[in-house]
């Protein structure tokens, strides 16, 4: 009974999708080009095999390496949640490249670590893309527990030009003392922290990591890479002051964007449009004949972002316009997927996530009850 609960840490819903219904198509058109998605595999160090997808213009431009980002989804998630992604970046010529992490989606393991494990998935992706010389830069987007796997491993990487961090936490423990206030569990804090012992205990058992070590406060002053922090006002599951501690603290070039939602909600236009310029000026794609001719006329609040020297700031509002043009039939994606039900095509995939969190943290309340009537 004991294991079922923790389970629910370690082994959250794992989305279970047919890849031909739920990704974008072998061969598809976005903003009036050609893209194709590549289906791979890779080994990671525990061998198991971790099912990718790297998205890529079709053809690919001759002796022109293009940059990459690597979308990191969340702990329930898989490679469906950069959809959206693929419809944003694409169009400015920066590929992109998915995967389900290990204990994730269709990949192999059992358990999901939160960012400890997928830290050495993700170092996998970028040997690999680094051995191909069609690319040049990479970038990292991740959301939730991707959000803190690409700290953990950007911390570890300076040459990553630069991260989305969407929703990180800042320390596990912390975030674990603070559900139980948040959901009202009404049990002594010293026996809440005996329960959370006990389930560190078994996850380190279990799956191979201590929760005690899932702190981004400690990397986060010894990282340099270029960042842009997003969070959802209203997210009660990993509340906002995560973000604002890490980005407190973050030594690098910096900036911080809050939005309306919750930690599963949708994400705005505005945050989106933001992104896809921050990783136009981090990554330095080669410029492109862009379908649009008409020049944005919107204004855009981008923060303290700026456009860096030399570039074109016309450019990047087409592209902008392209992506709002080519959006507008995508919904948006969530960190947290759902078990798919093979009945819908990919355009319809993000409107079917559940917010599987609050599922999650009913459980984990449940085993703290449970756990403390034992102690």
């Known amino acids: 009974m004991i294991d079922q609960f923790i389970n629910f840490v370690i082994r959250p819903p794992r989305a279970d999708y047919n890849p031909e219904q739920y990704l974008w198509e072998k061969e598809f058109t976005l903003a009036g080009r050609q893209f194709k998605r590549q289906d791979l595999e890779l080994t990671n160090a525990r061998g198991h095999k971790l099912r990718c997808s790297h998205y890529l ?17 969340g702990n329930s998630g898989c490679r469906a949640d950069a959809n959206e992604a693929a419809v944003i970046l694409l169009p400015s010529n920066i590929t992109v490249f998915t995967l ?41 987007w991740g959301r939730s527990m991707g959000a803190v796997t690409s700290l953990l491993y950007g911390a570890e990487d300076p040459s990553i030009a630069g991260m989305v961090l969407d929703s990180a936490f800042s320390n596990l423990f912390d975030l674990m003392m603070e559900l139980v206030d948040v959901y009202k569990i ?81 994400r705005p236009q505005f945050y989106y449009d933001s992104v896809s310029i921050f990783f136009f000026n981090v990554l330095r794609p080669p410029q492109i004949s862009s379908a649009c001719s008409s020049k944005l006329e919107k204004y855009y609040d981008l923060g303290d972002l700026k456009v860096g020297a030399g570039m074109d700031e016309s450019l990047l ?16 994606s969530s960190s947290a997927a759902p078990r798919v039900l093979m009945t819908k095509p990919v355009s319809e995939l993000v409107s079917e996530v559940a917010p599987l969190a609050r599922l999650v943290v009913f459980h984990f309340t449940l085993f703290l009850v449970f756990v403390c009537l034992l102690i």
Not at 113 to 137: N, T
Not at 228 to 235: K, M, T, Y
Not at 319 to 324: D, H, L, N
Request: with cysteine; proline share 6%; charged share 25%.
């Open 57 to 73: 213009p079709s053809p690919f431009p001759e002796e022109t390496p293009l940059p990459c980002v690597i979308y990191c989804h």
């Open 100 to 140: 389900d992490f290990s204990g994730s989606g269709l990949s192999d393991g059992d358990y999901v670590s939160l960012g400890w494990h997928e830290r050495d998935d993700l170092k996998i992706v970028v040997s690999y893309l680094r051995s191909e010389r069609q690319i040049s830069r990479i970038g990292l």
């Open 186 to 266: 009404r049990l002594p804090k010293f026996t809440v922290k005996m329960a959370v012992q006990y389930m560190r205990r078994v996850i380190q058992k279990k799956a191979k990591f201590d929760i005690m070590d899932l702190n981004c406060l400690k990397v986060a002053p010894k990282t340099f890479i270029p960042a842009l922090f997003g969070h959802a006002s209203e997210d009660k599951f990993i509340q906002p002051h995560h973000s604002d501690l890490i980005f407190k603290s973050y030594a690098g070039d910096k900036n911080v964007i809050k939005f309306d939602g919750d930690h599963n909600s949708s």
């Open 317 to 332: 509002y087409e592209i902008i316009t392209g992506i709002e043009t080519e959006s507008t039939n995508v919904p948006s």
